[in-house]
Structure formats: C-alpha cells, structure tokens
C-alpha cells in the first residue's frame, strides 16, 4: 500500500502522509491519472505539431505565447504526475532528484501566471494600439519576452537551493525523503519568501488582467468591426482570469485541505486526491480551450492535420490488404 501524495509541494501537515491507500484504489488512481495525462499529452502534442507545420504561427507573437505556455503545461503536467505516480512506488526518493523534481515543478507553475499576464498585455496592444502593434510586438521581442518569462519564474526559487546547498550538509543529498518541498527546502526563512513572492506575482497579474480587460471593454465602443475582435479578447482575457484563479488553488490548497479534514474526518485520501485534480490537473485544460478551440485560425489549421493524419492511417491500414489481393 502507497500513500497519496501532492507533488508539486502543497500538502496538508506531514502527520496526514502516513495514511495509505489499498492496493486497489492507489492502482485506480493512478491510472485515472496517468490516462488523462495521455489525453491531455495527446491533445497538447497536436497543438504544438500543428503551430510548428504552419509558417503563419510561429511568425505571430500572439501563437508565440500560445505555444510556450502549453510547452509549460506539458512540463507541468508530465513532472506533477510522475512525483504523483513515483509517491505510490517508492513512497521515499533521493534528495537530490526530489529537488530537481519540485524545482522544475515550481517553475513552470509560477510560470504560467506570468505567461498569462504577457498575452494579456499582447492582446491589449493589438487592440488598443493595432497601428503599432506590428512594431511593438515582433517575433524577436516575443522571444526576449519568453526569456524574460524564465528568469522572472526562475530567479525567486533557485534560491532555495542554494540555501539548502550552504546549509545542509553532503549526506543529506544521499538520503531519501517523502518529496515534499518542505521535507527538502527545510529553512523556515525559504517559506516566507514564497510567501511574499507569490502574493507580489499575483497581485501583478491579476492588476495587470483587470486593466487590460477594462481598457479593451473601453475599446469596444468603437466600431462594429472592432467590437467583434474587442469583445473576442475580453473574452480571452477573461478566460485568462479563470485560468489564473485555478492556479491560485494551489497556494490556497494546503488550508484548504486542513479545513476539509476537520469536516470530513477520516476521508483525507479522497480529499487531497480531489484536491489534486482539481488544482493541478484541471487547468491544464483551459489553454486547449482559449486557442487551439475557440480560435478560428488554428481550428482550421488543427482539423486539417487532423484529417489528414486520419486519412494517412486509413491508408497505412488499406495498402496490406491491396498487396494481399494482388
């Protein structure tokens, strides 16, 4: 029997962890989660194939965007599910590949606020200012962007590591832990610090979301033809806002869990395994949804590639069997 774990860091007190699920439910679980990581990967995988097959995409800052931050959400996604699936089998791993685990982890969470905040900033320029957007947002500025993007997710929690490197002696990196960021980044100074950073990179975003939906909500009024490209990304945007307050659960999911248990006494399995797929795996939905769905341009592109992998399969599935009836 295993215990259910959060992997990305946001657990519920440690005494909760030595509760174990049956063999029976770990294995559901598991594979509830790994079949949606397949579906998700899938979908995700023909988002990025069908930008990259299409010239028209990776010339446009705002597909740019797109794509870098479901490229993060695979991250995301595929590291979160295997700390998920590696909790089951080993329960206790390395402290060196825990680290690397929940670091990666932690940045490409952090990340996607960021990212949504700069495609919201996108979508107001080319509202808002569309005479100067083709010079305000280049395909090269787009990329210095997303570089900036990294540093700004990167730079506040690379420092946990190195404080732990000055802090902790050689062997603790030898020995295996339950991978919790607590259990690793032990310095109660390090948790204030998320702390502090999260509510300033949230606060940001959210700023920066409500201003660019307000200035294109003004934007709006303007003509007809106008109206209908402002209210597709007030539409966005407000998509983006969803998107956002889902990845604040994650800061919020570890009270939440604590509150819930007092509730429901004895069902804390179920609760973080809940908590879980909701908070971590449910947003990653979203990002499908705003562009690859709800975008013309790359629906169009998305059904040929579809339909035309569907028919080269039709013919791989044929072409036996008119060899065989020669």
Known sequence: MNSSAFPAGNTTVNQFLLVRDTFTTAFVKNLIVVLVWL????????????????????????YILFIHMVINDCIQLTVTITLFVLSYIFYRINVSFCCFFILVAVFTTRNT??????????????????????????????????????????????????????????????????????????????????????????????????YTYLRILFAARALSTEKISAKRARNTIL????????????????????????????????????????VYILPRFLSPIIYGVRDKQFRRYLKMYLLNNRCRIKRKAVTPLDKDSM
């Open 239 to 278: 998509l983006h806002g969803a998107q956002l307050a889902m990845c604040m659960l994650s800061y919020i999911s570890p009270s939440v869990e604590i509150v819930l248990h007092l509730i429901f006494h004895g069902r804390i399995l179920e609760i973080r395994y809940a908590n879980y797929l909701i």
């Open 39 to 62: 579906i998700l990967s899938y979908i995700n995988s023909t988002l990025v194939i069908t930008f990259f097959k299409h010239q028209v995409f990776y010339e446009d800052p705002r």
């Open 113 to 210: 606020p960021v990212s949504l905040a700069s495609m919201a900033i996108e979508r107001y320029i080319a509202i808002c200012d569309p005479l100067r957007h083709p010079q305000i947002c280049t395909v090269r500025r787009t990329y210095m962007v997303i570089g900036c993007i990294w540093f700004i997710s990167v730079a506040p929690d690379i420092t946990d590591l190195f404080v732990t490197l000055a802090t902790e002696s050689l062997s603790f990196f030898h020995q295996s832990v339950f991978c919790l960021r607590q259990n690793v980044f032990k310095d109660p100074i390090l948790a204030y610090k998320r702390q502090v950073f999260d509510i300033m990179y949230f606060s940001c975003v959210v700023l920066i979301l409500v």
